[in-house]
């Protein structure tokens, strides 16, 4: 287990780094740069910015110093406002976090239940409209979904305040950002409850005269739950990671709206720390996720 661990942070410390060149060398190969504006600077300004951020070195120069300087901890300041970026993602991510940990717990816990009332219940009409939802959900984007949310219950409704910053209004885009991922994981329950409830100890526990309720939950749905939990870890990042679209529709002000705001305003420091903290979560998520299938079914070899 402990080999693992190190051979998979080592090379979860290799992804990141690749993550960062791409997206370094290709921030830098779009034309333009973070001071243009409409009104020209002029000359010596520009060149007074550029050499105070080292924008005027050739860009491999640049990436060098950018790293050297984040492994002293220094992730920048803002190109736009002057900000220090760790600041920055102190204050945004908090609201950030917030709203994918209950997006991902809700998505987790309906969709656990649905997928298990569809498998027990299948070919029934609960289990035909259950399908008939998740297939429409996992079709729709959650920016789209979002969209009539937002135009649902807080335009023609008024049930909500519209665009309103903060922790204050989370239930629109918690929804919003849970119907997908709850969608596939019904999806997924229901075929791994399926199949687990075929397997021959659930015959022999039947056959045994354990209880129904027992032979469902504590053996069928705990076997079932294993590619649930494959799913789980990468889909808890990609909510934190992915939440940048339904951030910038409901103002909720976390750190996706803030990279959004990055990349509009071509803000280079902002961007390669945003890009460098969501990366970092992805891969720990799914380090997490593999350890967590060891201790769910100990029969799983991690090599």
């Keep these: 287990m402990l080999k693992y661990i190190v051979k998979r942070v080592l090379l979860a410390v290799l992804t ?28 010596a300004t520009m060149a007074a910015l550029q050499e105070r951020y080292n924008l005027d070195k050739p860009v491999p120069v640049q990436y060098v110093l950018y790293m050297k300087n984040l492994l002293h901890g ?7 406002n002057g900000r220090e970026i760790s600041a920055i993602i102190g204050e945004s ?25 569809a498998a027990l219940m299948r070919n029934q009409l609960p289990d035909r409209l259950i399908v008939f939802f998740t297939t429409l959900i996992t079709a729709m984007p959650s920016f789209v979904i979002a969209t009539v949310l937002l135009y649902l219950f807080c335009m023609k409704l008024g049930w909500f305040p519209a665009f309103t910053a903060g922790e204050n209004n989370m239930v629109l885009p918690v929804i919003a950002l849970m119907f997908s991922p709850m969608a596939y994981i019904t999806r997924l329950t229901k075929t791994s409850m399926l199949d687990a409830l075929n397997q021959d100890y659930i015959r022999t526990a039947r056959a045994k005269g354990v209880p129904q309720m027992k032979v469902i939950f504590l053996h069928g749905l ?28 409901f103002n909720i002000g976390g750190l996706g709206s803030k990279f959004v705001a990055g990349i509009t305003n071509r803000d280079y420091t902002l961007i390669m720390a945003t ?3 969501l990366a ?10 593999d350890i967590v299938y060891k201790v769910v079914d100990p029969r799983i070899k991690l090599d």
Aim: charged share 5%.
């Design 275 to 277: 890009t460098i903290f």
């Design 74 to 80: 220094e992730l920048g300041v803002s190109l736009k």
């Design 93 to 117: 991510f908090p609201l950030s976090a917030q709203l994918g940990i209950m997006a991902a717990l809700f998505a987790i816990f309906f969709g656990i239940i649905l997928g298990s009332v």
């Design 280 to 289: 970092t979560i992805m891969v720990i998520a799914n380090l997490i996720t």
């Design 222 to 249: 705990r076997n079932a739950l294993i590619p649930v939990i494959t799913y789980v870890g990468p889909m808890i990042a990609g909510i934190l990671t992915g939440s940048m679209v339904v951030e910038t529709i």
């Design 16 to 43: 990141v780094l690749v993550i960062s060149m791409i997206t370094f060398f290709a921030m830098n190969a779009i034309p333009g740069g973070p001071f243009n504006k409409e009104k020209a600077v002029n000359a």
